[in-house]
């Protein structure tokens, strides 16, 4: 009997070894093309997300084509680092901000994650958003550096968009 049972445990032992392979594989696929956690640095986002915080990306939507106003995205700033801001425009519209608030197309955009009382005066001159970007900003917008400096993001610096944070 002992004989027997010997080639079972090795079975099995080769069988939960394929098992372990398959998941740190798909651990690694699903990190690698589907979804990125990224840590969160800085008040640029606040109050939607804190500094410290956690937001998981998905790469699958990172061309601008597919992202809509109002997504959080995750992209490579002028500067190399990680960033998470809100799209505000897409390819085409044309984005102004008038005494801080902000219009896409001449018209007034609701954006109730923006706190208005600690912000006054901002003004930003319509810009079109080309082809093949996004228009970004942070919801802080007084501790933001976003696209009012450094201009629409090409969708080739989009890591993708925020599916959740915590």
């Not at 690698?32 to 990306?57: I, K, Q």
């Not at 699958?60 to 801001?85: C, I, N």
């Not at 001159?125 to 970004?136: K, L």
């Amino acid at each position: 009997m002992a004989t027997r049972s010997a080639p079972r445990s090795g079975r099995r032992r080769l069988r939960e070894a394929r098992v372990v392979v398959v998941v740190a594989a798909a651990t690694v696929a699903v990190r690698a093309f589907l979804l990125v956690p990224v840590g969160v640095h800085g008040e640029s986002m606040e109050p939607t997300v804190h500094d410290g915080d956690v937001v998981v990306v998905t790469r699958t939507a990172a061309a601008a084509d597919e992202l809509r106003r109002g997504d959080l995205v995750v992209f490579r700033d002028p500067q190399g680092s990680l960033s998470v801001k809100r799209v505000v425009g897409l390819p085409g519209d044309r984005v102004a901000m008038l005494d801080a608030r902000l219009t896409v197309d001449g018209e007034f955009v609701d954006e109730p994650y923006v706190d208005l009382s600690r912000i006054d005066g901002t003004y930003l001159g319509q810009v079109v958003v080309p082809a093949g970007a996004v228009f970004v900003l942070g919801d802080n917008r007084s501790r933001s550096i976003d696209s009012r400096e450094y201009g629409p993001v090409a969708e080739g610096a989009l890591l993708g968009r925020v599916l959740l944070h915590w």
